[in-house]
């Protein structure tokens, strides 16, 4: 049976959701699942906006028949080439064999190492502001590289002011009815997951969101259908906002993100200290134990706040193996513009301070705190001076608080 949902007088999701997905792409837990956004737009002409992943595919042919009505499918607009949005191509060929694919060049060349379906008789390539007309409608493409592959293009549909974002925007989490931001509490129950899926899967782009989203400010955007997550028809500005702060490396807000690694429990009481002298002098902070917090989780955060403590026991003379890991992932992420302080133990050659300082140096404008808090086994009154010392250098250089940002309100 079919699951649709009207978006327009004439578009509608015939997506599907998976909540049995325990990691997207293999790496990222997905606790709340997983949207596969596609949408059909019925005018003189049919066109459908991707595909789904593999395991939903059978929930998009049944969608697409539904919203159809017995008409053809005349084109697939094929946005972003990576298997969860374009497993369904050989299922969509079959049952309509007319059916024309719209893609630009680099996306093709994709689809040809992915897929064994022959497509270039029906192909239609685009580039840079191309347009086509399906009657009422005209569908503008503009490329959006690197958001989050090099092929990445979103479309523009001037008469409804809908724009196509692909990967942009997009929210972990499967819908549960609601298929519209404002028919949720965003902030309070997705804005998590949207910042945590932006930082996992595009935030090591921000130059290149900062180019989408340049080029996207000449449009009149009213509706933004993303590829995951929710469809947003109100109140854009507001996440567009977020995108600026992302994208541009600024900490939404000002607070200390700190993440520990111990073995016995003595690096976690000096974190553990830190953030209570911390919030003794009004500072919000964040505490995570890396051994058990998904990395995913913690680089979301690191986005998030202006300050970054990391605190490690020293291991084979080295970083602790999941600390070492935390940090190779934010630098893979290009995390820039963060003050940034260690905390270091070791029985008898405590290092890790010097070692996470090398893999955090090469990124851009960060700004290293000192004293770096050293431990011998066990924290000590002496230890309890550094810390208050580390504590009073990050209140020194906590910038004033944010005014709070507008929150979403459901205009129905």
């Known amino acids: 049976m079919y699951c649709i949902r009207k978006i327009t007088e004439d578009l509608t999701w015939v997506g599907a959701n998976d909540r049995r997905l325990a990691m997207f792409e293999g790496v990222y837990s997905v606790p709340r699942g997983v949207a596969y956004n596609s949408y059909l737009l019925n005018d003189e002409k049919t066109v459908l906006f991707d595909t789904v992943d593999k395991a939903v595919r059978q929930r998009l042919t049944e969608n697409i028949a539904e919203a159809l009505g017995g008409r053809t499918l005349d084109y697939l607009v094929i946005q972003h080439a990576e ?140 509706l933004v259908c993303p590829l995951h997550g929710f469809v947003w028809r109100r109140v854009f500005t507001w996440f567009l ?9 600024t900490p939404e807000e000002t607070g200390v993100m700190i993440a520990y690694a111990s073995v016995y429990g003595n690096t976690k009481n000096a974190a553990e200290i830190l953030a209570c002298r911390l919030n003794d002098k009004g500072i919000k902070t964040v505490v995570f134990d890396v051994s058990v917090t998904s990395a995913s989780d913690i680089l979301s955060a690191a986005f998030r706040y202006s300050h970054l403590v990391f605190a490690s026991t020293t291991y084979n003379a080295g970083i602790f193996v999941t600390m070492e890991a935390l940090l190779h992932d934010i630098a893979a992420h290009n995390l820039q513009n963060r003050t940034v302080a260690f905390i270091q133990n070791g029985s008898w050659a405590p290092t890790s301070a010097k070692l996470m300082r090398a893999l955090i140096d090469p990124l851009k404008d960060m700004r290293i705190l000192e004293p770096t808090v050293s431990l011998a086994s066990s924290l000590k009154p002496l230890q309890l001076e550094q810390i208050d010392a580390l504590a009073n250098a990050i209140s020194a250089t906590a910038p004033p608080k944010p005014k709070s940002a507008s929150i979403i309100q459901n205009e129905r």
């Not at 906002?241 to 490396?249: A, L, R």
């Open 83 to 222: 298997p969860d949005h374009t497993a369904a191509l050989s299922d969509i060929i079959l049952r309509y064999p007319d059916v024309k694919i719209v893609c630009n060049a680099k996306t093709l060349a994709f689809i040809r190492q992915f897929y064994d379906a022959d497509i270039d008789a029906r192909v239609l390539v685009v580039k840079e502001g191309d347009t086509l007309s399906t009657g009422r409608h005209t569908l503008q493409f503009f490329m959006a590289p690197m958001v989050h592959w090099p092929e990445v293009m979103v479309t523009y549909d001037a008469r409804s002011k809908t724009l196509f974002s692909a990967d942009a925007f997009g929210t972990f989490g499967a819908h549960n009815g609601a298929i519209f931001a404002d028919e949720v509490d965003f902030p309070r129950n997705y804005l998590d997951e949207a910042r945590r899926y932006y930082a996992n899967i595009i935030g090591k782009y921000g130059q290149q969101v900062q180019g989408l989203l340049k080029k996207i400010s000449s449009l009149d955007v009213q």
């Open 241 to 249: 906002e977020k995108y600026q702060h992302w994208s541009t490396y």
